[in-house]
């Protein structure tokens, strides 16, 4: 089974700084896909940014944007810019390419953020 | 609705009762998922259904959990014999298709006493 580590519980930044948000992974497949979650109080969560594997190149999305490290099995997240409204818990998931493996996410325990004005 | 919604919002029960959480999916997404967060912890994956039936249920903690979707489209995650360790958010999210991104509904928080 894949498992997805967050070892950061919490973060804070200043707004308008950059902060990153740390994820490792272990998995024995080759092929899969990545992302970052956002849950706001409200409890819904948000897709941030997804990265499939097989792409060398990093997603990006506005002020969001992953490090992939595919052999390393690391995939941060750095946000730029940050704002009040990305306060939140956020995130890191896993799931394989294989449809044999099934479609679940298999997700971190999160990372809260806090933005501080 | 524009998004997937869960009834009710918050549900408090007492242990050894049945209770029932209902889904919602976005009109016209086939398939639909049952994740359970703890406090503290990231979503856990109970079922999916593809359709009507029910592909993976490999997450299901034990027999006292069970999940339908009758018709395809409103799916109800089914609880006998509540314990104070089922207290959490139960999440539903749904796709156009297996493999494709899933939207997640605000999620119930059950809590049995």
């Known amino acids: 089974a894949q498992t997805v580590t967050q070892s950061q519980p919490e973060m804070s930044v200043q707004e308008a700084e950059t902060v990153t948000l740390s994820c490792t992974y272990d998995?024995?497949?080759?092929?899969?896909?990545l992302f970052w979650y956002k849950q706001p109080p409200s409890r819904q969560m948000i897709l941030v940014i997804r990265q499939e594997a097989y792409k060398q190149q990093n997603a990006t999305e506005n002020r969001f944007s992953v490090n992939f490290q595919k052999a390393a099995k690391s995939f941060s997240l750095k946000i730029s810019d940050s704002q009040l409204g990305d306060a939140a818990m956020y995130f890191c998931a896993y799931r394989s390419r294989d449809s044999n493996s099934g479609y679940a996410l298999n997700f971190g325990k999160g990372t809260s953020l806090l933005v501080t004005p | 609705g524009a998004g997937v919604s869960q009834t009710p919002s918050n549900k408090v029960t007492e242990k050894g009762k049945y209770v029932e959480l209902r889904c919602d999916p976005i009109?016209?997404?086939?398939?639909l998922y049952w994740y359970r967060q703890s406090l503290g912890q990231g979503p856990e994956f109970l079922i999916y259904?593809?359709?009507?039936?029910?592909?993976?249920d490999s997450g299901l903690p034990n027999d006292r959990f069970f999940a339908v979707r009758p018709e395809g489209s409103v799916s109800t995650l089914k609880i006998q014999r509540t314990e104070r360790g089922d207290s959490a958010v139960y999440l539903c999210?749904?796709?156009?298709?297996?493999?494709?991104?899933?939207?997640f509904g605000p999620g119930t928080r059950l809590t049995v006493l």
């Open positions: 009109s016209g997404h086939t398939a």
């Open positions: 259904f593809q359709g009507t039936g029910a592909a993976d």
């Open positions: 998995t024995s497949e080759s092929d899969y896909y």
């Open positions: 999210a749904s796709s156009t298709g297996s493999g494709n991104e899933q939207f």
